[in-house]
């Protein structure tokens, strides 16, 4: 069966430092992979998606990187984290029109 | 721009009662629909699927009105631990879903 692997489950980082966060997909060829924020008090706002190694595609301006080293692995990075960073970042996975399955999320605060 | 619209709610419910969300969209060329359940500091998770000619999953019935470009979520007879947040959720592609801000329903005893 799949699973979604997404770690760490909690985060604080003062502003100014970097950030890696990974996803990993386990049971599945060629997902499409998404990075997703959930602000507090606000929805889910999708970062980046990738439809395979080595692609990427970021819907908003940010301060954030994403890149896929490997078929089922999917980082979240920047290099200097600001105050509005803070939220609780979610992985997903799809090969499909059936839903995405989301990791348990990492929630970050920023201080 | 794609968008997804919901009341926040929260709706407070008796426990037992039948309660109904909406939800519209923005896109009419979206060919995905579904439903998320969010619990409090947890993951989103697929409650179910939403197909056009209209779905019941036990208590759950989910309803696509494409002219009107609405969803629906219907919920029977409902229980204490139907208390979360109802994502709508809508998509068309590889570039991912859009996701409603949510439904907060709290199932009161």
């Known amino acids: 069966s799949q699973t979604i692997h997404q770690w760490p489950a909690t985060l604080v980082q003062p502003v100014g430092s970097p950030l890696s966060l990974e996803c990993t997909v386990e049971?599945?060829?060629?997902?499409?992979l998404y990075w997703y924020r959930q602000a507090a008090g606000r929805g889910l706002q999708l970062l980046f998606y990738?439809?395979?190694?080595?692609?990427i595609s970021s819907e908003v301006p940010q301060n954030l990187s994403a890149s896929r080293p490997q078929d089922r692995q999917f980082i979240l990075s920047s290099k200097k984290l600001l105050l509005s960073d803070s939220g609780f970042y979610l992985c997903?996975?799809?090969?499909?029109?059936?839903?995405?399955?989301f990791g348990s999320g990492t929630r970050l605060t920023v201080v | 721009r794609k968008e997804v619209e919901q009341d926040p709610g929260p709706f407070n419910v008796p426990e037992g009662a039948t309660v109904a969300f909406n939800c519209t969209y923005s896109?009419?060329?979206?060919?995905?629909f579904f439903w998320y359940r969010q619990d409090c500091r947890k993951e989103p998770k697929l409650l179910m699927s939403?197909?056009?000619s209209g779905n019941e999953d036990g208590r759950f019935t989910a309803q696509l009105n494409r002219a009107s470009q609405y969803i629906s979520l219907l919920i029977r007879d409902s229980k204490l631990s139907d208390s979360a947040t109802y994502l709508c959720?809508?998509?068309?592609?590889?570039?991912?879903?859009?996701f409603g801000k949510g439904t907060h329903l709290i199932i009161q005893p």
């Open positions: 939403v197909y056009s």
């Open positions: 959720v809508v998509g068309g592609g590889a570039d991912g879903l859009t």
């Open positions: 990738s439809v395979g190694i080595g692609q």
């Open positions: 049971g599945t060829s060629n997902p499409n």
């Open positions: 997903a996975w799809s090969t499909g029109g059936y839903g995405y399955t």
């Open positions: 896109n009419s060329a979206s060919q995905s």
